[in-house]
């Protein structure tokens, strides 16, 4: 296990803004979920419960709820860009040339229509991530991510790379999952595993220690 967790990536990645991004959604009668990625590898996770009124909403606009809430909590890093957005409901993909739209699903089309976006099909046992944020929603909204753009570009500036995430508890009435985010310089961290395999550096290492 130690040495998987030492030669895989880290759990969450840093977004890069010049790269495309992938947005998985899903919604249940519990809440909507949706998980951020770029290039397979997981940037951010949301969710959040359904409001009174959204509990009456028919499943596509509610769906089509799940992929609004993405667009808007991660309008930082998408406007501007362009992204792929997958669902498990299948005739999402066919808002974009549909006539027939209550006042509803308007206003959420003309939002998404601010974005270069496509929305693709995905079948609901692939997309078991936002499946399971959709349905086990604690708190109004959990998200493990910071928002705060200028200190991502600072951490990329000092090679600094998250390498675990890891669920604390919330105190008050209601719980929620945050992201405790341990940093270390990667370029570091990179020289000293060379130098660990390198054979004049080691020659060299045991000569100081012996003294010679």
């Keep these: 296990e130690l040495k998987r967790r030492l030669t895989t990536a880290p759990v969450l990645t840093i977004p890069d803004p010049s790269q495309s991004f992938t947005i998985y959604s899903d919604a249940s009668r519990q809440g909507l979920g949706c998980v951020l990625m770029q290039d397979g590898r997981v940037v951010a996770y949301a969710s959040r419960q359904l409001k009174p009124h959204e509990q009456n909403y028919p499943t596509h606009d509610l769906e089509l709820a799940a992929v609004v809430h993405a667009l808007k909590i991660w309008r930082h890093y998408l406007y501007g860009g362009r ?11 066919y808002i974009f040339t549909q006539k027939e739209l209550n006042m509803r699903q308007r206003r959420c089309l003309e939002l998404v229509k601010d974005y270069d976006c496509s929305i693709q099909y995905h079948p609901g046992k692939a997309n078991v991530v936002a499946d399971a944020l959709s349905r086990k929603v604690t708190g109004d909204l959990t998200y493990v991510i910071t928002q705060q753009s200028p200190l991502i570009h600072e951490f990329a500036r000092m090679q600094l790379q998250a390498i675990d995430a890891l669920p604390i508890a919330v105190s008050g009435s209601t719980s929620a999952n945050v992201s405790a985010m341990q940093l270390q310089p990667t ?11 390198d054979e004049f550096v080691r020659v060299m290492e045991a000569k100081v220690r012996s003294g010679g």
């Excluded at 992204?83 to 993909?93: A, P, R, V, W, Y």
């Design 187 to 197: 370029l570091r961290e990179r020289i000293r595993r060379e130098q660990a395999s």
């Design 83 to 93: 992204c792929e957005i997958f669902t498990d409901h299948k005739s999402l993909q």
